[in-house]
């Protein structure tokens, strides 16, 4: 047999008021952040065709100048440069809704026989779509680009 349970001292009327009060501000705080992801969302589209687009486009043309088979492709959302040599090498631009803030991280994916390596980073920390600069962007590509053309 169970023992009965201890009598609660908050009445459920304030219970049942507080619950839906709960409820409403998560509900707001789902609208915010609809707007919030929303609103990161048209800027990253714009940060694509602005930056990351043409330096991912550029960064590939002096790869090829340099002897490194390097293509980008624009899948729907985001820009990848990916090596002629294997498709399961490359460096894409994508947006991460999950941060409180959303920001712009490149995911990174490289092969080495059977083995796959992948990592993702933001271009800057803390920093919206908008605020990025074509330095941010290039700077962070060169970092990322050093595996794929040492060996």
């Given amino acids: 047999m169970y023992p009965m349970p ?10 049942r008021k507080r619950l839906r009060a709960a409820i409403e501000k998560t509900r707001r705080g789902a609208a915010e952040r609809r707007v919030t992801i929303d609103a990161a969302q048209a800027a990253y589209a ?8 043409p330096l991912a486009h550029m960064l590939a043309n002096a790869l090829r100048a340099e002897g490194y088979q ?24 994508a947006l991460d809704a999950a941060q409180p803030e959303p920001i712009v991280v490149l995911r990174v994916t490289r092969t080495r026989g059977r083995r796959v390596v992948q990592h993702e980073r933001p271009i ?6 908008e605020k990025l600069s074509e330095e941010d962007v290039l700077q962070a590509l060169l970092e990322e680009i050093g595996p794929f053309v040492e060996r």
């Fill in 6 to 15: 201890k009598p609660v001292e908050i009445e459920i009327s304030e219970l």
């Fill in 124 to 129: 800057r920390e803390q920093t919206p779509a």
């Fill in 46 to 53: 714009q940060f694509l065709e602005d930056k990351a687009g």
């Fill in 70 to 93: 390097f293509t980008v492709f624009t899948p729907s959302g985001g820009v990848r440069l990916s090596s002629a040599k294997s498709g399961d090498d490359f460096v894409e631009f």
